[in-house]
């Protein structure tokens, strides 16, 4: 069945390290987004791809890129972990201009920066 | 600014009550309105709203969109337990010339169903 997976799904790591968080789907859908959830702000959009080598910015870019060489992966990384990049990551996907918008959505990365 | 806002933020109600959660929105070009459930995990896709006026239902679930209010209402009939999860509003809207798709998120709503 098609799917969409993150790994890792659970990450520490330490202030101003790299880290590259993984989104892989299996649909072929043209649209993948990052968000990630803090409690208070719902989920907010990190950056977004309309299909390979397309890459644009969300609501809270900073601190953060993406690059889109295939179409099945869209991997995230801070490049300098901050401690107010500890939350949880959610990556998503849908197909672009279809009739139905729903996104599919992964099971999440839940990442702590100390 | 593109924004939406949802309320309560926060809800406790009992089995077997029924349960209102509202969403308003503040967006230009507006393409549609999606519902999700959120659990212990990734949400989960609930209703797609475009039309104003035409209620959707799932089971005990329904929701209906004003695009004159710029408001949505998501209603369970007979809450159970398994509805405690958080609710969220997102809009789709078309940016400029840009014919992809852009969202906005609510805050969402928190329900807790006591037994």
């Known amino acids: 069945d098609a799917e969409i997976t993150q790994s890792p799904r659970h990450k520490i790591t330490e202030t101003g390290r790299q880290v590259t968080l993984a989104c892989h789907q299996t649909?072929?859908?043209?649209?993948m987004f990052w968000y990630r959830q803090d409690l208070g702000h719902g989920l907010r959009l990190i950056h977004y791809?309309?299909?390979?080598?397309?890459?644009n910015k969300g609501e809270v870019s900073d601190g953060y890129s993406v690059s889109r060489s295939n179409t099945e992966d869209l991997p995230l990384t801070l490049e300098s972990a901050a401690s107010s990049q500890t939350s949880v990551y959610f990556c998503?996907?849908?197909?672009?201009?279809?009739?139905?918008?729903?996104?599919?959505f992964g099971p999440g990365t839940r990442l702590t920066v100390l | 600014e593109d924004k939406v806002v949802q309320s309560p933020l926060s809800l406790v109600v009992h089995e077997g009550d029924t349960v209102t959660l509202n969403c308003s929105y503040e967006?230009?070009?507006?393409?549609?309105l999606l519902w999700y459930k959120q659990e212990k995990k990734a949400p989960t896709f609930l209703f797609m709203l475009?039309?104003?006026?035409i209620e959707k239902k799932s089971g005990r679930l329904s929701s209906i969109l004003d695009k004159k209010e710029l408001s949505s209402i998501l209603n369970i009939t007979a809450t159970q337990t398994g509805d405690s999860a958080i609710y969220l509003c997102?809009?789709?809207?078309?940016?400029?010339?840009?014919?992809?798709?852009?969202?906005?998120f609510g805050p969402g709503t928190r329900l807790s169903v006591l037994p």
């Open positions: 998503a996907s849908s197909e672009q201009r279809g009739p139905n918008n729903e996104q599919f």
């Open positions: 649909w072929n859908h043209n649209n």
């Open positions: 791809s309309y299909g390979v080598q397309d890459t």
């Open positions: 967006v230009t070009n507006f393409r549609s």
């Open positions: 475009t039309s104003s006026g």
């Open positions: 997102a809009v789709e809207y078309r940016e400029g010339d840009n014919y992809g798709q852009n969202f906005v």
